[in-house]
């Protein structure tokens, strides 16, 4: 289970929920049901300015309620959004919750496989302590 009473909320859209970790890494927690791009675009992009604000390259995905991505929103997550690690100047690194709905389970890896070759490294876990856990151990 994901506790999030207490942590900081930093932004919230219809996309999901993102908070600030004190272990120092974002969570980003999505909701269910169809996206329209420029939420989805607004929600990526304030991920972006937290983990910049921060300092941070780390962050727990919990997309167990994430629908499957339009291939719209996967164009603009492999052409713009990962490029973010370039300006951080360091590589993401991501825990991710896969998603409950097998079709977005299996987008999500496509996806994640394109992304292994540069800007984001991850690791799939079924338990959000065990994530959070891995996400601690990096330096």
């Known amino acids: 289970m994901l506790i999030l009473s207490g942590l900081p ?3 919230e859209n219809p996309i999901g929920r993102l ?4 272990d120092g890494y974002v969570i980003v927690d999505y909701n269910a049901g169809p996206r329209l791009l ?8 304030h991920l972006e300015m937290l983990l910049k604000r921060r300092g ?3 962050m727990l995905a919990n997309q167990r ?3 499957p991505f339009t291939d719209e929103e996967r164009t ?3 052409e ?8 951080l100047q360091r590589e993401m690194i991501a825990a991710v919750l896969l998603p409950n709905d097998v079709f ?7 996806l994640m496989q394109g992304a292994r070759e540069g800007a984001l490294h991850y690791r799939v876990f079924n338990n959000a302590q065990e994530a959070a856990a891995w996400l601690r151990e990096l330096a």
């Not at 908070?19 to 004190?22: A, F, S, W």
């Open 9 to 11: 909320l930093y932004f």
């Open 19 to 22: 908070y600030e970790h004190p």
């Open 38 to 45: 420029s939420n989805y675009q607004a929600f990526l992009n």
């Open 56 to 58: 941070w390259n780390k």
């Open 65 to 67: 309620l994430l629908d």
């Open 76 to 78: 603009w997550i492999k």
């Open 80 to 87: 713009q959004w990962l490029q973010v690690s370039h300006a």
């Open 104 to 110: 977005a389970r299996l987008a999500m890896s496509t």
